[in-house]
């Protein structure tokens, strides 16, 4: 059995979180199409040493390690050990022995330095405490010439979170969301400030209609997570203007319903950059 990591209240209620949602995560098919396309950008050869950071049910992990073949090795870290029994799961169905996962902090790793030729990061940046920290903690990992890949979502994405940004706005809080990442000018500053170069992003764009419900799925109140901030600032407001806040996020998703459904945009960057090789 692995000894539980010391954690902070912040990544405690992450650890906890994605534990409990881990036997249904693999659901989600858009988390599967996203950790896909990051690997297939990467253009991962085999023997690769590739780490996958937050690695969850192993997503990106499980195709990398099928593109790196026998002669490479995908380490995966998350710390969540929910998430990490089904990756470890879903390894063992398939057979795959190239695949190592490990219980740890993102933003505590202790790797010797000049290890890996890849490292990633799908859906989950944005939990880092530090994006720019955590970016600048893992070059030391690479090898000189290393690839970095990383996802990020722009600020127009997920109709439900711009419409509650917005609104609660009015009482003076700002919710980060995707916003340290939310545009490819800010993604590419953040690689340049953590000491990478050769950097590329490759913009791509889903459109789809969703029904009110799901829309309004998008934000659950104050009792969830605010990624990258916590206690989450929302919780600075009293009951009732909760209450108002979800009436007229509520009211706003119902006049943005079509025939179609409520259009939500999800535009995401696929960020790499390299540790330069002097
Ligand atoms: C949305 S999931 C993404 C999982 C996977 N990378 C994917 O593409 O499906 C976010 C993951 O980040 C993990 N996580 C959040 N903060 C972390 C940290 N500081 N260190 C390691 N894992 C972390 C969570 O436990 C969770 O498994």
């Known amino acids: 059995m692995t000894d539980p990591l010391p954690l902070n209240e912040y990544k405690q209620q992450i650890a906890d979180t994605y534990s409990r949602r881990s036997p249904t995560y693999d659901q989600s098919d858009w ?3 996203i950790a896909h396309r990051l690997v297939e950008y990467a253009q991962l050869h085999p023997g690769d040493q590739v780490l996958d950071i937050a690695t969850g049910t192993a997503m990106a992990a499980i195709a990398a390690a099928q593109v790196v073949g026998a002669g490479g090795k995908v380490i995966g870290i998350d710390i969540s050990p929910g998430m990490l029994e089904q990756a470890r799961r879903k390894v063992e ?5 190239n695949i190592e996962f490990l219980l740890a902090d993102a933003e505590s790793l202790n790797f010797p330095v000049n290890s890996f030729d890849c490292i990633l990061c799908s859906s989950a940046l944005i939990w880092m405490e530090n994006v720019a920290g955590a970016l600048q903690h893992w070059h030391q990992f690479l090898k000189p010439g290393g690839l970095i890949g990383f996802h990020a979502f722009a600020d127009t994405s ?3 979170v711009v419409v509650v940004q917005k609104i609660v706005e009015k009482y003076g809080i700002s919710l980060h969301f995707s916003k340290p990442t ?5 993604c590419h500053d953040l690689l340049k ?4 170069d050769c950097i590329e992003i490759k913009s791509e764009q889903y459109i789809s209609y969703v029904s009110l419900e799901q829309a309004k799925q998008m934000w659950s109140g104050n009792e969830y997570l605010a990624p990258g901030q916590f206690p989450n600032p929302l919780l600075q407001l009293s009951t009732e203007q909760i209450e108002a806040v979800k009436s007229e996020f509520e009211l706003e998703l119902s006049a943005l319903e079509t025939e179609k ?3 939500n945009d999800i535009t995401v960057f696929f960020t ?4 330069p090789v002097n």
């Open 261 to 263: 459904g409520i259009r």
């Open 193 to 196: 400030i953590s000491g990478y």
């Open 158 to 160: 997920f109709i439900g």
């Open 272 to 275: 790499f950059g390299r540790k």
């Open 31 to 33: 988390h599967l199409q």
């Open 182 to 186: 939310s545009t490819a000018a800010k």
């Open 93 to 97: 169905e398939l057979g795959l022995t």
